[in-house]
């Protein structure tokens, strides 16, 4: 894999979930860029559709612009 030279060249996903104490879970959308090391976004609910992640990849670069 090369490693990205620029901003928004490629960027990283990552979904974790956990569980709060009374038992809910709740899961978190970490979106990086590979070059910078930036945390583009946290997105975090109870429920992460594609769509909503489509949503807020929109949104997420500060070019406004995706990785590509």
């Not at 976004?41 to 489509?54: E, K």
Request: with cysteine; aromatic share 4%.
């Amino acid at each position: 894999m090369l490693v990205p030279l620029r901003p928004d060249e490629r960027w990283s996903l990552d979904f974790v979930s956990d569980q709060l104490t009374d038992g809910r879970r709740f899961r978190i959308l970490a979106v990086v860029d590979d070059c910078t090391r930036e945390c583009l976004a946290l997105i975090v609910d109870t429920s992460l559709s594609g769509m909503r992640v489509a949503r807020e990849l929109d949104g997420s670069s500060p070019s406004g612009a995706g990785p590509g």
